[in-house]
């Protein structure tokens, strides 16, 4: 295998030439998963991960979700201008649901942009990468048919964090929230085969993840497009009784699809996290029916009675969007009083920003950027204060930590993990601090901030 005219030449071993590459991933979880699995079956070939600056390819798996993550991805797609015109290196993708809304444009307008490939062709990313060293040439993998799927038989060994891993359980979505560009860009919902998730769980707990996550746009509608009647819940319940399996969590669910059978589930799985991410949007029902969210404000207070009624200890997060089209001060005032009534551990709030296609970016009653910015201060400021006042009521308590590894700034004993309920905790490991990561260890929580604990150690078990 040869590199192509005009390119530096590749470390070669044994007669083979060994591509380096180096991926930026940007995005959501699933981003970081279906990363984590090309970078497995590219190393399982032969290649080598490498600095940014000495790769032969720049994979970027971008974001479309909001204008703000696509506008990122493109302006570093243009910083390798000088670069390519400089040394023709290094030939970048672009996968991941922005190369489907970007694709033909980057292409149009960077000749460096090699490949791009749709979330739905990640099957045949790796030849398609292989295919662009060797010939030189472009290669297009956009996504056409919302149905169709190609799938990478590859789980997840490199990866980020040895001791978490993430399991996609189903792709695309099917509920055309009015704003949103994800079924425009990932397709149709369709749920894996549970043997396959279950086999892929396996793995990963056989290269040691002790806490596994399950993916998908709306985990809670998994099996719905089965006849079998097997769905979530019963998902759920297999995964967390796999031998290994310490730890489960999963991301997203839809109100008006998280049942009771759901929540006893969690409730009587000791494995299952009491944590649970369930997205409001708005505390106004004329904003939710304009998103085409199909549930009332009513409804969803329901529903989280039911949760906290049945697991005491729950963290809940939500999403909300704030400055939706047509949104009034009183509406927005429903979202604020609706997040005060709640007291969610987390909000993750957004300014909304229009995504062309979606039908919402056509709506009248369009707000301007100050309103939308100044009611995103306005809800972050109450947020605050709520999550800062929750988090302080658990100063004194002890939880059961998995130590993930060091904490990303401070000190160099200083090591992170997650409560069960889903917040950071950073804790000194003192002179144990190299051994702990991925053990559990049981924290007392001595301070609080609005975006994380602080806590001390107060005795490792000793794990297997
Ligand atoms: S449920 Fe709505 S917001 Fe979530 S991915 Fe589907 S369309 Fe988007």
Sequence with gaps: ??????FDSAPESGGIFLYRFHMKVYGCQMNVYDSDRVRTA????GWTESAEDEADMVIFTGCSVRGKAEQKVWSELGRYASLWEKNRRPRVALTGCAAQSLGEKAFSRYPWVRLVSGPRHIGLLPDGLERVMRDGGRVTLLDEDPR??????EFSEVRGSRYRGYVTIAHGCDNFCTYCIVPHVRGRFVSRPPAEILREVRSLTESGAKEVTLLGQNVNSYGSDFESGYGFAELLRDVARLEGVELVRFVTSLPQDFTEKI???????PAVCPSLNLPIQSGSDRILRLMN???????????????RSLLPELGLTSDLIVGFPGETERDFEDSLSALSEIRFDLVHTAAYSERAGTPAA???????REVRMERLSRVNALQDKLTL???QGLVGRRCRVLAEGAAPKGSSDLLQGRTPTDKVVLFPGGKDAADLPGRFVTVEIAEAESWCLKGRLIDPEHCA
């Design 42 to 45: 590219l190393t399982r070939r």
């Design 1 to 6: 295998m040869f590199p192509a005219a005009g």
């Design 362 to 368: 056509s709506m009248p009653g369009a707000l301007p």
């Design 148 to 153: 169709e799927f190609y799938s990478l038989d």
């Design 293 to 307: 969210r199909k549930y009332t404000r009513a409804a969803y207070m329901e529903t989280v009675r039911m949760a």
């Design 263 to 269: 929540a006893r589930v969690m409730a009587e799985e």
């Design 389 to 391: 006042s929750i988090n």
